[in-house]
Every structure is written in C-alpha cells, then in structure tokens.
C-alpha cells in the first residue's frame, strides 16, 4: 500500500490571487440529546445577555502559522418561552477566550409561541496566524428572555485546517 505524505497542497500552477490550498486536518465536536449520538453536554437554557459555552470546544494545532482555520457550525435552538416575546439568541466563536465572530439575532421570536427546534448555521475564516495550540469554542446568550440550545436534537461544530 503507497502513502502519500505532505505539508502543503497547492494546485500545479499555484493558487489564484485571495484564496487558500487544501485541507490539512479536521476537527469535530458535537453535543445535544438527540438520537445518534451527541456530546457530553445536553441541553442548555439561556437567560441571560452573558455568554455562555454551549458544550462546543475544538483544540486544534496549526502545522504552519500561514494555514487559515476554516470554521463551521450548526446549532439545534429554540425560543423555550412561549409566554414572552422578543427572544434573541445570539451566538459567537471565540479564539482562546476572545470572541472573533458573532451574529446578534441568530434566531429571533417577535410573537408569543413557542418556537421548536431551529437550525443556525454560521461559518468563518481565520487566520490565527501560529503553530501553537488553539482553542474554538462556540457560544450563546439571548437577549434577556428564554432560549435553549441542544434541547432536542445534536448541535455541531467543524474546525477544519486550510493550507495557505
């Protein structure tokens, strides 16, 4: 059996201006209560405008500091008060405690029933420019009243090493 081992894939005649090689490595890390699996940590409620960590954590260790990190993320959510309106889930990814991206209304509720089950999906690009270790987390706040996360299904997160 042949091995073919490399630490930069670039296209025969180079990469065209703005964009980025191959994949180097690919990380997963997935939480909730559904069927199939799931995470350590199951379902969260949000109360409050603070962030918190919804069970969403990749490390991951550039093998060159020109790769970029190429994140995905997918998260099972609901507005769980169907007696307030208004709810806002907001979400962040934070780079070793600092946030890098963040979306103010990832799911929002201006009536007064129950949402169920929502899918919020966001991606970014980094460019953490270091070999050393990293850690991605995905967060969650609302914006006062009452949403949740990873109540009835499995929420996702996808950190992926892109060659630069």
């Known amino acids: 059996m042949s091995e073919l081992r490399t630490n930069k894939i670039y296209p025969r005649d180079g990469l065209p201006a703005g964009s980025n090689g191959g994949i ?7 939480s909730g209560t559904g069927t199939g699996g799931g995470g350590s ?8 405008t603070s962030f918190v960590d919804i069970g969403l954590e990749i490390t991951i260790t550039p093998t060159s500091a020109s790769n970029k990190m190429y994140m995905l993320f997918n998260l099972n959510a609901n507005n769980a008060d169907s007696s307030t309106s208004g709810d806002r889930l907001k979400v962040r990814i934070v ?3 600092s946030s890098i991206w963040s979306i103010d209304e990832g ?5 007064s029933s129950n949402i169920h089950v929502q899918g919020i999906s966001g991606a970014y690009l980094d460019s953490p ?21 990873n109540n009835n299904g499995i929420s996702d997160f996808t950190v992926m090493e892109i060659s630069g």
């Open 129 to 149: 420019a270091t070999t050393s270790a990293i850690t991605y987390k995905v967060q969650a706040a609302t914006s006062g009243n009452n949403c949740s996360v």
């Open 95 to 97: 780079r070793n405690g």
């Open 24 to 30: 180097i490595q690919v990380k997963l890390d997935s």
């Open 41 to 48: 940590v199951g379902y969260v409620s949000l109360t409050s």
């Open 107 to 111: 799911l929002a509720d201006y009536g």
